[in-house]
Nanobody
Framework: QVQLVESGGGLVQPGGSLRLSCAAS????????MGWYRQAPGKQRELVAV??????NYASSVKGRFTISRDNAKNTVYLQMNSLQPEDTAVYYC?????????WGQGTQVTVSS
């Protein structure tokens, strides 16, 4: 069984920065893709950024402000979020495809407010 544990959420003022982390643990042979999604109140979950062995893709709303990266040795994916705005407020979830199966983290709240 694989578990994903997220950290790094919190309250930040507009224009501020946060870095989210998501570490996978358990029986892992290979991680094929890593990504971040978010869900704001009353809205559907949406893709924020995804990282595969060959490419990186971002939602248009975060391009240029957010950066996804990974540490293969630690089975960890990061999301550096800069120039945060109130519309970025949401629960952020990490997602990984590990050995052909998809797994979700528990979610971490990000609130952007003055």
């Amino acid at each position: 069984q694989v578990q994903l544990v997220e950290s790094g959420g919190g309250l930040v003022q507009p224009g501020g920065s946060l870095r989210l982390s998501c570490a996978a643990s358990g029986s892992i042979f290979s991680i094929n893709a890593m990504g971040w999604y978010r869900q704001a109140p009353g809205k559907q979950r949406e893709l924020v950024a995804v990282l595969t062995s060959g490419s990186t893709n971002y939602a248009s709303s975060v391009k240029g402000r957010f950066t996804i990266s990974r540490d293969n040795a630690k089975n960890t994916v990061y999301l550096q979020m800069n120039s945060l705005q109130p519309e970025d407020t949401a629960v952020y979830y990490c997602n990984m495809f590990v050995d052909g199966r998809g797994y979700w983290g528990q979610g971490t709240q990000v609130t952007v407010s003055s």
